[in-house]
C-alpha cells in the first residue's frame, strides 16, 4: 500500500490520515469515559450525541 501513496497529493494523505486519527480518537472516548452503551457509528455527531447522552449516569 506504500506504493499507492506515491500517486496522491500530501494534501490528500494528510486529510485522509487527519480523517483517520479522528475516528480512532472519537471511538476510544468509550474505554476512556468508562462508558457502557456507546454507539458502533464512527460520525461525529452520533459518537458526541452518546457521549452527552450517558454522561449524567
Known amino acids: 500500500l506504500g506504493i499507492l501513496v506515491d500517486f ?6 494528510v486529510g485522509f490520515m ?3 486519527a479522528i475516528i480512532i480518537i472519537l471511538q476510544q472516548l ?3 469515559l468508562g462508558l457502557e452503551h ?11 450525541q452518546s457521549v452527552s447522552s ?3 449516569e
Do not use: E, R, Y
Open 8 to 13: 496522491f497529493s500530501h494534501a490528500t494523505v
Open 18 to 20: 487527519g480523517g483517520t
Open 38 to 48: 456507546f454507539t458502533h457509528k464512527t460520525n461525529v455527531v452520533s459518537v458526541m
Open 54 to 56: 450517558q454522561t449524567h
Open 30 to 32: 468509550k474505554g476512556l
